[in-house]
């Protein structure tokens, strides 16, 4: 079994990324209408010493004031963003307070804390910039639907012929990144289904991206804010994104 997910010690902030004190990690909560799984998820967060922010992004109910009755930092967009709007807030808030990881978590309860100290090990140990939980490693757990997986792979085999690199779980919403990384994605964020273009926006910049075995629950309750999967319109959207993503400069320079 993992180990219970704490804050990194500091002993590991004496490796390759160099810094002299432990790391400040903060995980990005992107929620939207999660009254129902994110006052939980918040008490066990809260209980195993990590620090969360909650981009509450425009929910109709209460999950504003669950999070606030459960004490977590929240900020509330003023309207629905979606997703990518959501988490480019949370890197925004990282980048300005001094973050040198942060971790997307869903609050549907479908990501578990306790892989949170492997997927935030290569990023320590200097040896990746992204790092991807992956439920197709070990292919246990949760593996979603028929249909997803579909799209999974085709996404995979899209991003393995255009970059050469394997990427078990190209939509996985369970990451980690570095400060490296946390500032492009302050800058820039897709939008729209953000998961595969994000990973080849930093394939293509020179980033290095890692994956690591992770188990995920199936969603406790609420709806999915992304509900279109199977429809043409992401899988063209998306493919096109990814495409003329690779006709863009190479290099982090600006970065």
Known sequence: MPPKPTQPHAAESSGPTGLSRPPKLLLIIPAFNERDNIGPLLL?????????????????????????????????LPCNLGIGGAVQTGYKYACSHGYD???????????RAEFIPALIAPLLAGEADLTIGSRYIEKRGFQSTPMRRAGIR?????????????????TSGFRAVNRRIMTL????????YPEPESVMHVLRLGGRVAEV???MSERSGGRSSIRSFRSAYYMVKVSLAILIDMLRGSGMRNV
């Open 213 to 215: 075995p992770v188990l």
């Open 101 to 111: 990881i942060a971790v997307q978590f869903d609050g549907d309860g479908q990501h």
């Open 185 to 192: 994605f302050a800058a820039h964020y897709p939008s729209d």
């Open 44 to 76: 066990s967060l809260r209980e195993a010493g990590l620090e969360a922010l909650v981009v509450n992004d425009g929910s109709t109910d209460d999950t504003a004031e669950v999070c606030a009755e459960a004490g977590a930092n929240v900020v509330s």
């Open 154 to 170: 085709y996404f995979s085999r899209l991003i393995r012929l255009i970059t050469g690199q394997t990427v078990t779980d190209p």
